[in-house]
Nanobody, 119 residues
């Protein structure tokens, strides 16, 4: 069956970095766009970053541009989110999803990984 398993979350001080990974199985990874979303307590889930199936196209929410980088390795069925210069407002549960980059459709979801930015 389809599985998306996130890892790499944790507690980090402001200004620090984390790298999230999302390992996919049960579908043809190279044909799906991948995205990272986050949900903070009391807030709606928001799209953080997306990448097309080939990796040629990416998009980011304005608040993370210049700090976060999404990437993928189709040989490893894995998507990544490199997060630098983290801020307390980045604290949230981060989810990866698989779907259509161009249609902004999200078909499959992971279980989420907690990121906490605090001193």
């Amino acid at each position: 069956q389809v599985q998306l398993v996130e890892s790499g979350g944790g507690l980090v001080q402001p200004g620090g970095s984390l790298r999230l990974s999302c390992v996919a199985s049960g579908f043809t990874f190279s044909t799906y766009g991948m995205s990272w979303h986050r949900q903070a307590p009391g807030k709606e889930r928001e799209l953080v970053a997306g990448i097309s199936n080939t990796g040629e196209r990416t998009r980011y929410v304005d608040s993370v541009k210049g700090r976060f980088t999404i990437s993928r390795d189709n040989a490893k069925n894995t998507a990544y989110l490199q997060m630098n210069n983290l801020k307390p407002e980045d604290t949230a549960v981060y989810y990866c999803s698989a779907g259509s980059y161009f249609a902004r459709r999200y078909d499959y979801w992971g279980q989420g990984t907690q990121v906490t930015v605090s001193s």
